[in-house]
C-alpha cells in the first residue's frame, strides 16, 4: 500500500487541467484515486476518459464510477429514453467528443449510441466495471457520499454512491473514517457560490471546486493523518457560471 493518496475529482472534459494535477502525480509514492464525473459539460471527454482508463491499467489508479459515467452508461442503453435529460446535463459535448461535432444534429439517439458502443467496446466495458468507492487507512473516497442513516456505510445503495447530497451533507458522520467526495461543487457547499475552496465539516471533506464552470479542479494529497497538499488549479477559460 501507498503511504500517500493523491485524490482528483469532477474533471468534466477539461481535459486540460486534467493533463495539469497528474503532472504532480508520483505513481512510486502516490496511489491516484480519480472521484468520477470525468465526461460530460466540457470539450474533451474523450481524452479524459481515455487517459482515466490508462492510467489505471498502467498504474492501477482508482476510477470511481460518478453519476456522470452512470448518465452515459444509461443514455447507451436506452439512447431514445435518455437522449433528451442526457443532452441537458452535458451528454452533448460527450457525443460530440467521441463522434464529431454536430453530430447530435445529424444522427438518432439510436444512431449515435451505435455509433459510440461501436468504436468504444473497450471503453464501455471499463467504465460498466469501475467500482463505487474506496477506502484507503481511515478515509472513505467516494463520488457523491454514503447513506449515513445505515448501521454500515457499506450498505449504502449504488444510487446514494453516485447521486447522494443534502442528506450527507447534513447527516451525522458516524463511520469513524474521514470521507472525501466530489459531486457537489464546494461554492455551493459553501453556501455562496463563489468559494472554490476545499469544504470540511464533520469528517467530511469536498473536493470538487466546479472548474467546468469556471471554478477550479482540485489535486488532493492524503497521508493517513490527513491532508499534505491541495493543489488547486483554476480554469481560465471562462468566468464562473454555475449553470447546471
Known sequence: MKELVYAISD???EYDLFDELIHYYDPKMHQLVLIGDLNDRGPRTKESFLLGKELVEKY???YLRGNHEEYFLQFLNNPEDWFTSYVRNG??????SLLHKGATEEYSPTEIAMMIRSRYKELI???IERPLYFEW???IFVHAGVDLTKKDWHETSPHDFIWIREAFHKGKNKTGKTIVFGHTITPMLHGDMETTDLWRSDNKIGIDGGAVFGGSVHGVIFDSNGIVQDIEVQNVNGPWQPDF
Open 11 to 13: 474533471i468534466h472534459g
Open 60 to 62: 492501477n489508479a482508482i
Open 91 to 96: 451528454g452533448k459535448e460527450t457525443m460530440e
Open 125 to 127: 466495458a471499463f467504465l
Open 137 to 139: 487507512n481511515n478515509y
